[in-house]
């Protein structure tokens, strides 16, 4: 049984990554197989979800669901384009950190999908070519979520999976190393991208007479969404103070966005990306079986046996471990089946450094190549869908160098500050 | 009963190798927001709508933007995107889409009005196409039946 159990595994993580066929229908399909052969009863499966995710998950999206039609985000965008003056180092650089940022108290793919059109925008103003100026917006989008425990994916579940981990131990434990890294990967990327980002000055100055406020139709509204959103990151902070998980923030705040900002109900739960939440789903069931037929126990003796007792060894194995498996598949599925392994290295013992080098090992991994990051997925599709194609190996030319610098960052951060 | 070959149809359709300017020279001349785009033998190969035309003609990322009142016209590159589609055979801006059959109810083609987001579909008899039907023409013959009834 274990075997199957593991077989079902291996063959769902193929198959999201070769992108055969939606992801939600693989994760789903295989939480059913799991579930119909036995690797885990009903029970048991319901059991393995991690709803408290799935929770906050649900309330972010509301959150930025009922935002975004403000104009508020399009506005920030802009103003950062324009703040450029039109020198690309510093259009380069504004927009990588204005993703970096929305993605870090916002969540990765919502800032991606929120900044990237307007860059088209922007981009076409200055006819310069969008594809620069997106892939930095990417990789900043992963970096970016790095920083905290509601900004990438792979965060919410170790996040939600341990609650010794505060909002806080993330922010000063992540936020500094990302910071960092994004620094350097921007400037790096920067100075591969220069040739093609030359802006001429009566170009720079079309997109300095736009008027970004024009788009903040309704202030009263901007005003509460933000007010919302703005309390909703502040009781993050205070979460363990405040004795509260980060699901219930996440959920506090969308309902009180809901019954202050949202006028229809419906129109605003359109918004939740329910095809996530039940791939969320069928991957913690696919992982609950992988626990009970005592696959995860035995990976992480593997692990164990490999690094013997050295936590530098653990930490490396467990960072660049994550980062290479979420290149390769998508770091949802990767971190969820890390997770219990990690817990398993650790016996009754708890470091913190460990899940700091899963989560930048997780995060950063999601830089590599295309597939790695639902970010990545989603930005190079509104690039396709407006005419301006990366390829796969073209996204992989700038992604793995990126990647290869942000884990030599992390690396020497881990053996610096926690091992 | 009714059918839809009963219904003030819209003979609009341009052959496939129409150019993308006579195309819209047509549909601003019909009195229909879409054109049949027909194969040498008469086929449907697809329809090109008015909105097909706007996406041509705009830029591609208006689709993706929820907002633009920051954007201003900038007519060079307006220009450069016309001039880049004008001579463009129509066929590659036709979308494929099922068309509505002859025999079928005004009821069905309404109920295909509404939720393909279309205003207008093509009517055909087997690979034949009899000609368009719009939203107002279907509104338009039912209030006169009506008042006639």
Same mark, same amino acid.
């Given at each position: ?8 595994f291996?063959?769902a993580l193929?198959?999201i ?10 994760a789903?399909?295989g939480a ?16 393995a979800v991690d709803?408290?995710t ?50 870090? &108290? @916002? !969540? ?6 929120? /900044?990237?059109? $307007? =860059? *088209? +925008? #922007? ?30 994916p792979p965060?919410i579940m170790i996040?939600t999976h341990?609650?010794?981990?505060? &909002? @806080? !131990? ?6 500094? /190393?990302?910071? $960092? =890294? *994004? +620094? #350097? ?94 791939f969320f789903l069928g991957l913690f069931v696919m992982v609950g079986a992988l626990e009970?037929?005592?696959?995860v ?25 994550a980062?290479?498996g979420s290149?390769?598949v998508d770091n949802i599925p990767f971190t969820a089946a890390m997770i219990p392994v990690v ?15 899963l989560?930048?090992?997780a ?57 | ?149």
């Amino acid at each position: 049984m274990d075997i199957l159990a593991a077989a079902i595994f291996a063959a769902a993580l193929a198959l999201i990554g070769l992108e055969w066929v939606h992801r939600t229908k693989v994760a789903l399909a295989g939480a059913a197989l799991m579930v119909l052969t036995g690797a885990l009863d009903q029970e048991q499966a319901i059991e393995a979800v991690d709803w408290a995710t799935l929770g906050l998950l649900a309330g972010m999206m509301v959150i930025v669901g009922v935002t975004e039609p403000t104009g508020v985000f399009t506005y920030l965008a802009l103003r950062a384009a324009q703040l450029a003056g039109g020198r690309p180092l510093g259009l380069v650089f504004l927009l990588s950190f204005v993703t970096g940022i929305l993605s870090a &108290f @916002l !969540d990765n793919l919502t800032a991606i999908l929120l /900044v990237v059109p $307007v =860059t *088209l +925008a #922007v981009a076409d103003l200055l006819r310069v070519s969008p594809i620069p100026l997106v892939l930095v917006e990417i990789f900043a989008s992963n970096i970016g979520g790095t920083a905290t425990l509601i900004g990438d994916p792979p965060n919410i579940m170790i996040g939600t999976h341990r609650p010794e981990l505060s &909002f @806080l !131990d993330f922010i000063v434990n992540l936020a500094p /190393v990302s910071l $960092v =890294t *994004l +620094a #350097v990967t921007t400037a790096g990327l920067a100075l591969v991208f220069r040739g093609r980002l030359r802006i001429e000055p009566e170009r720079a100055l079309e997109v300095a007479r736009l008027d970004p406020s024009r788009d903040l139709a309704d202030r009263p509204l901007v005003v509460r969404t933000v007010a919302v959103l703005v309390g909703t990151i502040a009781a993050f902070f205070l979460h363990t103070a405040l004795h509260v998980e980060p699901a219930v923030v996440a959920l506090t705040g969308a309902t009180v966005m809901l019954l202050i900002a949202a006028e229809d109900v419906e129109a605003a739960l359109e918004r939740v990306h329910w095809s996530t939440l039940f791939f969320f789903l069928g991957l913690f069931v696919m992982v609950g079986a992988l626990e009970e037929q005592g696959v995860v126990e035995r990976v992480a003796d593997g692990l164990r046996a490999l690094t013997g007792e050295s936590a530098a060894a653990q930490a490396l194995v467990v960072l660049w471990g994550a980062a290479a498996g979420s290149a390769l598949v998508d770091n949802i599925p990767f971190t969820a089946a890390m997770i219990p392994v990690v817990d398993r290295i650790q016996g009754g013992e708890f470091d913190d450094g460990l899940w700091w080098a899963l989560a930048l090992g997780a995060c950063y991994g999601g830089n590599a190549t295309m597939i790695a990051a639902a970010a990545n997925v989603a930005a190079t599709g509104v690039l396709d869908r407006t005419g301006h194609r990366v390829s796969f190996l073209g996204f992989l030319a700038v992604g793995l160098p990126v990647t290869l610098v942000s884990l030599a960052i992390a690396t020497v951060y881990l053996l610096l500050v926690h091992v | 009963m009714a059918r839809l070959r009963d219904l003030p149809l819209v003979d609009a359709a341009v052959p496939a190798t129409a150019t993308f300017a006579e195309a819209v020279g047509r549909l601003f001349a019909a009195s229909v927001p879409a054109l049949a785009v027909l194969d040498e033998e008469g086929s449907l190969v697809g329809v090109f709508s008015e909105r097909d035309a706007l996406r041509a003609l705009f830029p591609e990322y208006l689709g993706e933007l929820r907002h633009t009142a920051f954007l201003r016209d900038d007519p060079a590159a307006l220009d450069r995107r016309a001039e880049a589609v004008r001579n463009v055979p129509v066929a590659r801006f036709a979308r494929a889409l099922e068309p509505l059959e002859a025999e079928e109810s005004e009821t069905h083609a309404a109920e295909r009005l509404l939720h393909s987001g279309e205003h207008a579909l093509p009517v055909c008899e087997g690979r034949r196409f009899l000609g368009m039907l719009s939203i107002a023409a279907l509104c338009h013959t039912r209030l006169e039946r009506r008042e006639r009834g």
